[in-house]
């Protein structure tokens, strides 16, 4: 199967910054679509960013300019960089991955979820 495995995340003042970071894993998978994630409470999860195999990049509007997401086709990693973080950030931020496989097909996978709060 696949396995999706998260890192970072914390608690940051506004103006500050934290990393994500995504591993995939998966033999002999097709990894497609990469990306983020997130929910706040209350809310429906919502894209962040998202990069494809051939690195065409999609950001939601009230990220950009602040989040950059950086992917390693070679160890199937998905990072997210994200300065100048403001309250409404607050979330719970996942790691995304589409991959396919001949026989398996194209399929959604999702990481545990990581905390990331931006106090007011």
């Known amino acids: 199967q696949v396995q999706v495995v998260e890192s970072g995340g914390g608690l940051v003042q506004p103006g500050g910054s934290l990393r994500l970071s995504c591993a995939a894993s998966?033999?002999?998978?097709?990894?497609?679509?990469m990306g983020w994630y997130r929910q706040a409470p209350g809310k429906q999860r919502e894209l962040v960013a998202t990069?494809?195999?051939?690195?065409?990049?999609n950001y939601r509007d009230s990220v950009k300019g602040r989040f950059t997401i950086s992917r390693d086709n070679a160890k199937n990693t998905v990072d997210l960089q994200m300065n100048s973080l403001k309250p409404e950030d607050t979330a719970v931020y996942h790691c995304?991955?589409?991959?396919?496989?001949?026989?398996?097909?194209?399929?959604?996978?999702w990481g545990q979820g990581t905390q990331v709060t931006v106090p007011l």
């Open positions: 998966g033999r002999f998978f097709t990894f497609n679509t």
């Open positions: 995304y991955v589409n991959v396919w496989k001949l026989g398996f097909g194209s399929r959604d996978f």
């Open positions: 990069a494809t195999s051939d690195e065409t990049i």
